[in-house]
C-alpha cells in the first residue's frame, strides 16, 4: 500500500514539475508496479492482450536499438571480414540473421538493410548485384523464425496455442527450435542464390574492403540526429558493372561511425539493454517476471532522458499501430474459430494422413492467396492444431512447422514488404526462379527439423 501511494505521488510530482514526456511516467510508475509484484502482468490487458504489449515494447526497443547505430556496425563489420563473392553472401547471411534478434520486424529488418546494399551494389557487377538483391529479402525472411519476436505471425501462433492448449512456446525454447533452422536456411538460401544467378568465376572473385566516410544514404525515420541511421525508403543507384570481370569487388568496410572504431555510448547502452531484456525472457522460469514486463522495463530504459538512445514520442512514431490492431484482431478471429468449435469442423475435412507434410506444404504455398504473414497463421494454425489432435500428434510440432514453413513467401513482388522493398534490385522472374528452387528446400529443412531436431530438443511430433 505504501509503495503504491509513493509511486503514484511521484508520478504526479513528476507530471507537474518536470518536463518528462507523461507517457514516459505512467508507463515507469506502471511498470515498478509491475516488477514489484503490486500490480500483476495480466493488468496490462486493460489496454490489449499481453502479445501486443510485447510487440509494442519490442518496437520500442528496436526503435532505440536502431538509433544507436549498433546493428549497422555489427552488419558491415561482418561484411568487412569477407575475401570473396561466396564469402561475402554467407557473412551478409549472418548479419541479416542476426538483425533478426534487434528488430521484430521484416519489414524494418528490412529498411535497415537497404543502405548496406546499396553501400555494397556499388562496387558489384550486374549478375552479383542482382543476386544480393535477391538474398537480402530472401534471408530476412526465412530468419524470422529464428526468435519468437522475429514476426507478429509468431506471437499469433503462440496466443492460438495458448488458447487451444493451455502452453504456448517460451522465448528461450522458440530461440533452441528457431535458430537452428534460421542458421542453415540462411546459408542454404545464400548458395541456391549464388548458384542460380552468378558464375564459378563471380563467386571465386576476391573482394576488397573499401572505406566510406559519412551515414549510410537513406531517409532517416526522424530529425533526431541520434536516428540518422534509421531508414524508411532508398532510391537505389543504377548498377556499375565493372571494367574488367576479374578485377576486385569492393564492399564497404567502414560506415558511420567507422566499424573499426570503439563502440559508441549509445551503442554499448543498447547492447546493455537488450542483452538483459534477452536474459530476463530466457530466464522466465526461475523469476516469473512475465515477457511483456520485462520488454516493457527494456523499453523505458533505451527511452529514459540521459540513458537512452531515442526519446519515447519519437519510438511510438515508429511503430506500425495498423499492423498491431490488424494482428490483435486476426488473433481474436483465430481464438474464435478454436473456440467457436469452427476450425474442428473444417478440420474434419483434411485426412489425418500424412499430415506433417501436408502442413508444411499448403503452409509454404499459403502466401500465394494470403499475402500477410499474420493473417497465414491466423487462418492456418487453428485447423492445424484440431488436425493434430485428431490424428495424436503434438499441436505445438504442427503449429511450430506450419509458422516455419509459412515464412517463405518469395514468388510475387507482392509477397511481403521485405520483398517489395527491393523490388529495384531484380526482375519479378529472378522470383519465380529462385521459388521454384528454394520452396521445396525450404520445405524439406522444416520436415527434417520436426522429425529429426525439434523432438531432440522438447517438442516430439507425438
Given amino acids: 500500500m505504501i509503495l503504491t501511494l509513493v509511486v503514484f505521488a511521484a508520478a504526479v510530482l513528476l507530471w507537474v514539475c518536470t518536463p518528462l514526456d507523461d507517457t514516459f511516467v505512467a508507463l515507469a510508475a506502471v511498470a515498478v508496479l509491475l516488477?514489484?509484484?503490486?500490480?500483476?502482468?495480466?493488468?496490462?490487458?486493460?489496454?490489449?492482450?499481453?502479445?501486443?504489449?510485447?510487440?509494442?515494447?519490442?518496437?520500442?526497443?528496436?526503435?532505440?536499438?536502431?538509433?544507436?547505430?549498433?546493428?549497422?556496425?555489427?552488419?558491415?563489420?561482418?561484411?568487412?571480414?569477407?575475401?570473396?563473392?561466396?564469402?561475402?553472401?554467407?557473412?551478409?547471411?549472418?548479419?541479416?540473421?542476426?538483425?533478426?534478434?534487434?528488430?521484430?520486424?521484416?519489414?524494418?529488418?528490412?529498411?535497415?538493410?537497404?543502405?548496406?546494399?546499396?553501400?555494397?551494389?556499388?562496387?558489384?557487377?550486374?549478375?552479383?548485384?542482382?543476386?544480393?538483391?535477391?538474398?537480402?529479402?530472401?534471408?530476412?525472411?526465412?530468419?524470422?523464425?529464428?526468435?519468437?519476436?522475429?514476426?507478429?505471425?509468431?506471437?499469433?501462433?503462440?496466443?492460438?496455442?495458448?488458447?487451444?492448449?493451455?502452453?504456448?512456446?517460451?522465448?528461450?525454447?522458440?530461440?533452441?527450435?528457431?535458430?537452428?533452422?534460421?542458421?542453415?536456411?540462411?546459408?542454404?538460401?545464400?548458395?541456391?542464390?549464388?548458384?542460380?544467378?552468378?558464375?564459378?568465376?563471380?563467386?571465386?572473385?576476391?573482394?576488397?574492403?573499401?572505406?566510406?566516410?559519412?551515414?549510410?544514404?537513406?531517409?532517416?525515420?526522424?530529425?533526431?540526429?541520434?536516428?540518422?541511421?534509421?531508414?524508411?525508403?532508398?532510391?537505389?543507384?543504377?548498377?556499375?558493372?565493372?571494367?574488367?570481370?576479374?578485377?576486385?569487388?569492393?564492399?564497404?568496410?567502414?560506415?558511420?561511425?567507422?566499424?573499426?572504431?570503439?563502440?559508441?555510448?549509445?551503442?554499448?547502452?543498447?547492447?546493455?539493454?537488450?542483452?538483459?531484456?534477452?536474459?530476463?525472457?530466457?530466464?522466465?522460469?526461475?523469476?516469473?517476471?512475465?515477457?511483456?514486463?520485462?520488454?516493457l522495463t527494456g523499453a523505458l530504459l533505451i527511452t529514459a532522458p540521459r540513458l537512452g538512445t531515442t526519446t519515447i514520442k519519437q519510438a511510438f512514431a515508429d511503430i506500425p499501430w495498423s499492423l498491431l490492431l490488424f494482428m490483435a484482431a486476426t488473433t481474436m478471429l483465430g481464438t474464435a474459430l478454436i473456440r467457436s468449435g469452427a476450425a474442428n469442423l473444417v478440420a474434419g475435412l483434411v485426412s489425418p494422413a500424412h499430415l506433417l507434410p501436408t502442413v508444411i506444404a499448403v503452409s509454404l504455398a499459403a502466401h500465394l492467396v494470403i499475402q500477410s504473414r499474420s493473417a497465414r497463421s491466423s487462418v492456418l494454425i487453428p485447423i492445424v492444431i484440431p488436425l493434430a489432435a485428431a490424428a495424436g500428434l503434438n499441436p505445438a510440432a504442427l503449429a511450430f512447422a506450419s509458422t516455419a514453413a509459412a515464412g517463405f513467401c518469395h514468388t510475387l513482388t507482392s509477397s511481403a514488404k521485405p520483398v517489395a522493398l527491393f523490388a529495384d534490385a531484380y526482375e519479378p522472374k529472378d522470383l519465380l526462379k529462385l521459388s521454384a528452387v528454394l520452396a521445396p528446400v525450404t520445405g524439406l529443412l522444416v520436415f527434417a527439423a520436426a522429425v529429426f531436431l525439434w523432438p531432440s530438443l522438447g517438442l516430439p511430433l507425438k
Fill in 35 to 295: 516488477l514489484c509484484g503490486v500490480l500483476p502482468a495480466s493488468s496490462l490487458a486493460a489496454l490489449g492482450s499481453s502479445t501486443t504489449w510485447l510487440l509494442i515494447a519490442a518496437f520500442v526497443l528496436a526503435a532505440g536499438v536502431t538509433a544507436s547505430g549498433l546493428p549497422a556496425r555489427l552488419a558491415t563489420w561482418l561484411l568487412g571480414r569477407a575475401r570473396t563473392v561466396r564469402g561475402l553472401a554467407h557473412l551478409t547471411a549472418l548479419a541479416l540473421l542476426i538483425t533478426a534478434f534487434f528488430v521484430p520486424s521484416t519489414s524494418g529488418r528490412a529498411a535497415l538493410t537497404l543502405p548496406v546494399y546499396a553501400e555494397l551494389r556499388g562496387g558489384l557487377n550486374s549478375r552479383v548485384a542482382r543476386a544480393f538483391g535477391v538474398l537480402f529479402p530472401s534471408v530476412i525472411l526465412l530468419t524470422a523464425v529464428a526468435t519468437v519476436v522475429g514476426a507478429g505471425a509468431h506471437l499469433i501462433t503462440n496466443s492460438l496455442l495458448e488458447a487451444a492448449t493451455g502452453q504456448g512456446i517460451g522465448f528461450g525454447w522458440w530461440l533452441a527450435l528457431g535458430v537452428p533452422l534460421a542458421v542453415v536456411s540462411a546459408h542454404v538460401t545464400a548458395e541456391i542464390v549464388l548458384w542460380l544467378f552468378t558464375t564459378r568465376a563471380d563467386r571465386k572473385r576476391p573482394v576488397v574492403a573499401a572505406r566510406s566516410e559519412g551515414p549510410l544514404l537513406g531517409v532517416p525515420c526522424s530529425n533526431s540526429p541520434r536516428q540518422h541511421r534509421q531508414f524508411r525508403t532508398l532510391e537505389l543507384a543504377p548498377v556499375t558493372i565493372s571494367a574488367a570481370a576479374t578485377q576486385p569487388l569492393t564492399t564497404p568496410e567502414q560506415t558511420a561511425p567507422a566499424a573499426t572504431q570503439r563502440l559508441t555510448r549509445p551503442e554499448w547502452t543498447a547492447l546493455a539493454i537488450v542483452l538483459a531484456v534477452s536474459l530476463t525472457w530466457l530466464s522466465e522460469p526461475w523469476h516469473g517476471i512475465a515477457p511483456e514486463v520485462a520488454a
